[in-house]
């Protein structure tokens, strides 16, 4: 899914595991081996969640769903009321804000805006709220809830920043990254 496959290399993948099925010549075991994507895939899918992710939006709410139940201890992505993917950093920071004091560089801004990083989830009702305000104010009005706290672990990250800098972000970014590399390297060797 995260890698985009299209519909003749999902063809190419099913069809045996189909035909084995319907054959009575597959036990589950061999269906989960092959199901697993090979290296190239996950390295496919590796390379498009440690990109622009924001910038791709049939995949991004899944991979950040999919990050916050790893960080639950949950076994698969979970829905909350709608969840929205918003941006900490703001796409369009006001002049003379914070935010312009932690991020002078234009280039780097680009570079890190749209990636994992600087995303989280927010439900429905608090991504409608959302603004460019300061970070402390924006962590205070819409990434926690009364109790001081997130609806996805994923966000109460999030929380625990005082500052929201490139090295942040980037730190963050490795530790997203490294959780779904992680995850998807223990279903190899389970075989899926």
Not at 107 to 131: D, F, M, P
Request: glycine letters at 6%; aromatic letters at 6%.
């Amino acid at each position: 899914m995260v890698a985009r496959a299209d519909v003749n290399e999902r063809i190419n993948r099913y069809a045996p595991i189909l035909k084995g099925l319907a054959e009575n010549a597959l036990r589950p075991e061999g269906v989960i081996a092959m199901l697993a994507p090979a290296d190239a895939e996950r390295q496919r899918a590796i390379a498009i969640v440690d990109g622009p992710l924001y910038e791709n939006p049939k995949v991004r709410a899944y991979v950040l769903l999919r990050i916050d139940g790893l960080l639950s201890g949950a076994k698969a992505p979970h829905a909350r009321e709608n969840p929205t993917v918003e941006h900490v950093l703001p796409q369009t920071p006001d002049d003379g804000s914070q935010w312009l004091t932690w991020w002078p560089d234009e280039k780097e801004r680009s570079r890190w805006l749209h990636r994992l990083g600087n995303l989280l989830l927010l439900t429905q009702r608090k991504n409608s709220q959302a603004s460019r305000l300061e970070f402390d104010e924006k962590k205070r009005r819409y990434f926690q809830t009364r109790g001081g706290v997130s609806d996805f672990p994923l966000t109460t990250k999030v929380l625990e920043e005082n500052a929201w800098t490139p090295s942040v972000v980037e730190r963050r970014q490795a530790e997203l990254l490294g959780c779904l590399k992680r995850h998807w390297a223990g279903r190899q060797s389970e075989g899926g």
